[in-house]
């Protein structure tokens, strides 16, 4: 399962059973890293957070073209760094970064830096069962 961690130092999870933890309930799941990398990736995700409803997990959200003129759109599971997670602020759904501050929100347009890697090298359970995930290293909100 995937874990994140809220500045208040609670485990919270959007596939959370426990009826007297309600309040997450309505948080999506996200991806972390157990550790930070040893090797900067290079790589850039540029697209928009968004939620999975299929898997209510936060993704980013990219369009990819599949012929000249056209495009579908995919959502890619990230692996943020150790500390990130998600908090309901405002009624809305947070992603919040290692210092507890908000980071972005579904519909915000970001950048990460970092790149693509197996689930199995990096020794973690995404939360949309993707094989292969982005994992973060720098972040913006474009």
Known sequence: MSLGVGRSGKQMTGMNSDPNQSH??????LTVQRELPTVA???RLMGTLEIDTSTNCLVVRIP????PGT?????VDVAWPPGWGVE???DTPTLIDATGQ???RPGDEVDIGGGFVDTARLNLVPCTTQERIF???TFTRA
């Open 88 to 90: 309901l602020r405002d």
């Open 24 to 29: 997450d309930a309505q948080l999506p799941g």
């Open 135 to 137: 994992q973060a290293s």
């Open 41 to 43: 990736l290079q790589a």
């Open 102 to 104: 908000p980071a972005a």
């Open 71 to 75: 495009h579908t759109l995919h959502d």
């Open 64 to 67: 990819v073209s599949t012929a």
